[in-house]
């Protein structure tokens, strides 16, 4: 079942996240707990997860920015997909990408970005199966 995220799914999340490059497990705290809810209550953010059994196995982030270009249009941002090692290759990151589409089309955004630190070609070839191009534009990170 691809859905948003609720109060319930931290630990699963927190979980699948140490699969991520260098992003050990977060401990419980009141500031993570007060970070969740700020998070799943902000109407602009959106956690897609793909829930098997109650094991969240995919997750991405959607964030919708208002934006006062493109006849005041938001546009889209998608990060931390990750999909467990244990399901990878059945449609899960794909179906919660869809799902982050969908939401992005109703929301009436004009473009979705998505970037990945990942060089693999077939990450690459993954986000551009799922609708993605690397040709339009040239992203630059500044770490702080």
Known sequence: MIRVA??????GLLKLYTQLKTNPLSGESDKLTELW???IYD???YVIVADKDGEIVSTCVLIIIPN????????????NVITNENHRNKGFASACLNYA???AIKENC?????MTGSKSENTLKFYEHAGYNRNDKTAFIQWL
Request: proline share 0%; glycine share 0%.
């Open 6 to 11: 609720n109060e319930t799914d931290l630990e």
């Open 37 to 39: 809810y700020e998070i």
């Open 43 to 45: 109407k602009n953010h």
């Open 68 to 79: 006062l270009t493109h006849n005041q249009r938001s546009y889209a941002l998608i990060e």
């Open 101 to 103: 589409k969908e939401i």
């Open 110 to 114: 004009y473009k979705i970005m998505l």
